[in-house]
Structures are given as C-alpha cells and as structure tokens.
T-cell receptor, first 110, second 114 residues
C-alpha cells in the first residue's frame, strides 16, 4: 500500500492560490490519487481524483507528473471557508484498505 | 437525503458502560468502514467490511466489535468503555469509481467517556 507524505500545515491569505503537494514514492501501477477535505466537526469529503497529468473540477485542480511519485492539489483563490485539513490517499478500486495520513492543515487568513 | 448516517451524534457515558453506534448507508455501496479520530486529529481506520464480511481489523481492542447485519449497515459496539475511547467515530462507505475507490463519510459520532 502506497504511503503518503504531506506537509503538516500551511498558511495562506484570502485570494491566493494554494498548492499542497503529496509524495507517494511507491505508488502502484493501478493506483489512483484521491484528495479529501475535512472541515472541523465534519467527516472528510471527496474533492478530486486522478491518475495522471491534470484533472480539474469546480473546486480544485490536481497535477500529477509523469512518474506519478507525487501529486499537487491546487486551490485557486482561497477564501476563509477553505480552512480545513486536506488528505491525499493512494489506492485502486479493489483496495479496501483506505488509510489516511496525517493530512495538511490549511489555514486561510484574511 | 443523508447518504451515510450514524447515530447518535453525541454520546456521553461513564467508564465501564457498553454502548453502540449505528451506521446506515443508502448509496448501495458494498464496502463500509469505521474510523476513529482522536484529539490529535489523526484519522485511523478501525474496520472495513465488504459485503458483510470483515476485510480489515486493525489493532483495535477486542472491546470493539463491529456488526454488519446487511451491506447497508455497519454498527459498532463498544464494551467496558475507557477514558481513552473518547474520540470522534466516523462511519464511511465506498464504491469503485472507474478504477479507484471513493469514500463517503458520515457526520461523525462524538463519544465522551467520563
């Protein structure tokens, strides 16, 4: 199972772009990369998922280099409400061992 | 409609008591989980069930016993509660999304043991 490493915390200001990188050096060929967001007092929720190159949705973009040993979650123009913990997970459809790492605590300041 | 619902949301109980947390998902998923999030905010997997069968049983005291009567339900029973059991317990379910898994979490159950 691919282990992930993320920065423990990050600070940003409203309106800035935030990039959170996750390392997963031993990612397997079938593994996908999924990012979750957790607000205080709530369960984590799905943000974005990808296999390679770039994926974009209404919330974020996910950049995955060719070697897939890392990925970067990009949040455009963050607001105070983006303050949360962000987790990256690596796994495939037949892997039910969904273990979360420590996550990155993002604090957005006014 | 709540996709993954768990009850109770808050539970305060005394040491030594036995309590249960119920979880139901209406998403038609085959896999369900219990996670524990302690005061340090680490989210640790406790159990994983696939089609009512236990897949993952982490290093969890045997005072914790999951029960899956059908694939839409995964309940957590805790015997002889201890102070260290105080935490937020999240139920979750997942489905394959293409070639990956996507997890859907409940809102959490805040357990306080006094």
């Amino acid at each position: 199972l691919a282990k992930t490493t993320q920065p423990i915390s990050m600070d940003s200001y409203e309106g800035q772009e935030v990039n959170i990188t996750c390392s997963h050096n031993n990612i397997a060929t079938n593994d996908y990369i999924t990012w979750y967001q957790q607000f205080p007092s709530q369960g984590p929720r799905f943000i974005i998922q990808g296999y390679k190159t770039k994926v974009t949705n209404e919330v974020a973009s996910l950049f995955i280099p060719a070697d897939r040993k890392s990925s970067t979650l990009s949040l455009p123009r963050v607001s105070l409400s983006d303050t949360a913990v962000y987790y990256c997970l690596v796994g495939s459809y037949n892997n039910n061992d969904m273990r979360f790492g420590a996550g990155t605590r993002l604090t957005v300041k006014p | 409609d709540t996709a993954v619902s768990q009850t109770p949301k808050y539970l305060v109980t005394q040491m030594g008591n036995d309590k249960s947390i119920k979880c139901e998902q209406n998403l038609g998923h085959d896999t369900m989980y219990w996670y524990k999030q302690d005061s340090k905010k680490f989210l640790k997997i406790m159990f994983s069930y696939n089609n009512k069968e236990l897949i993952i049983n982490e290093t969890v005291p045997n005072r914790f016993s999951p029960k899956s009567p059908d694939k839409a339900h995964l309940n957590l029973h805790i015997n002889s509660l201890e102070l260290g059991d105080s935490a937020v317990y999240f139920c979750a379910s997942s489905r394959p999304t293409g070639n990956a898994n996507t997890i859907y979490f409940g809102e959490g159950s805040w357990l306080t043991v006094v």
